[in-house]
């Protein structure tokens, strides 16, 4: 007895605690709550979207955080990580990219999909009562949203229109130099996402996976989190598509509120599916395809014929016996 209740205390000791941290290292087994396109692959990836057109999807942590201490308090310290990837088909019409957020409300059933990540719509778009915090990874450019490029990062505040962004990238800690990632890669890479409550900062970080996080961050600017995000919010990530179109997967994922995100396990990520093919190989395969087949017709066309006639000429030569000449109206033909 004594024992199953330390054992129940400690469970809800965990439980009271589960909302201040978390890590996923894939998401085989995991609960999310999870609509539109977005669903957990048999090998463990969070597939937001499919690669169909004109698709939105979330995937959201099962609880809400509380990210107050006291209901006026200010909103904590927070940091999270995650691993994400994007594939393409088409690598010159890829979008629309994927988004962090933590955001009051899971309903996002009004949301739009193409530029609008499945975050917003036009409506509400800049509207302070979304309040809703969000890092997008945009691989469309709008300029209507005022997009830097069609490979960027930015910070989002109520809106899609960035109050800073970035070319996706990081800054090299041995040489300083900025060095550019291609957000359609195919490749998975890793972003850290740090608050600051004292001076209300945050810092965006982004890497490929086999580099450490770097010491200068991408983006940093200070906003005061306390007067866009509610007491209870939900964190979780959104992905759209538009008539481009693109497959938009997180591998793993970490939150720690007034501590570091624990680190992802990057041995146990789920892998990958091949990489697509290029456009040139797909409109070659096919002619190629063709060729090949049209040949092997006419060589099996060729070789059949040979054979019929073989055949032919030995029933004949059955019949009358091989090396028959015959002479037609003084000619001779020879059948051999
Ligand atoms: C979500 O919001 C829409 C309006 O934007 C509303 O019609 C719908 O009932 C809401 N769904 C839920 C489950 O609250
Ligand atoms: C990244 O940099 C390389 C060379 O430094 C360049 O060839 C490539 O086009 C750049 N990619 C992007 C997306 O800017
Ligand atoms: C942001 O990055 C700078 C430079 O590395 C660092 O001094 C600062 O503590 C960071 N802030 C947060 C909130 O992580
Ligand atoms: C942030 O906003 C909250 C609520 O408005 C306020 O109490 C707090 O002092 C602000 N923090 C800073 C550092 O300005």
């Not at 990219?97 to 609008?116: D, H, M, P, V």
Request: aromatic share 12%; charged share 15%; glycine share 8%.
């Amino acid at each position: 007895m004594k024992i199953m209740l330390f054992g129940l205390l400690a469970v809800l000791a965990g439980c009271s605690d589960a909302v201040d941290q978390f890590v996923y290292s894939g998401f085989t087994g995991s609960n999310l709550i999870l609509d539109g396109g977005a669903r957990v692959t048999p090998s463990g990836l969070l597939e937001l979207t499919n690669g169909m057109v004109r698709l939105k999807g979330h995937a959201f942590h099962p609880t809400p955080l509380y990210l107050r201490k006291s209901p006026n308090g200010m909103v904590q310290s927070f940091s999270v990580s995650f691993v994400f990837a994007i594939l393409c088909d088409y690598p010159d019409s890829c979008g629309h990219g994927l988004a962090f957020f933590i955001s009051t409300s899971k309903n996002f059933s009004s949301a739009f999909w193409t530029q609008y990540l499945g975050l917003f719509n036009s409506r509400n778009n800049g509207d302070p009562n979304n309040h809703i915090f969000a890092i997008e990874l945009d691989t469309v450019q709008n300029d209507d949203l005022q997009d830097i490029s069609n490979n960027h990062i930015g910070i989002n505040i109520n809106s899609l229109h960035s109050m800073q962004s970035h070319d996706a990238g990081f800054y090299d800690d041995k040489s300083g130099d900025f060095k550019n990632l291609t957000l359609i890669s195919h490749k998975a890479m890793q972003v850290w996402v740090n608050y600051e409550r004292e001076i209300t900062q945050i810092n965006v970080t982004m890497a490929p996976l086999n580099v450490e996080k770097p010491v200068k961050p991408l983006l940093s600017t200070t906003h005061n989190l306390s007067t866009v995000l509610t007491d209870s919010a939900y964190i979780g990530f959104s992905s759209s598509t538009g008539t481009v179109s693109g497959k938009h997967y997180v591998l793993g994922w970490s939150f720690g509120m007034n501590s570091p995100a624990p680190s992802i396990d990057i041995a146990k990520l789920p892998r990958l599916g091949k990489k697509a093919r290029s456009k040139v190989l797909q409109t070659i395969l096919p002619i190629v395809a063709v060729v090949f087949l049209l040949s092997a017709g006419t060589i099996f066309l060729c070789v059949w014929r040979n054979l019929r006639y073989a055949e032919l000429r030995e029933d004949w030569e059955v019949e009358y016996g091989p090396q028959s000449y015959w002479d037609i109206a003084g000619g001779k033909v020879n059948f051999s």
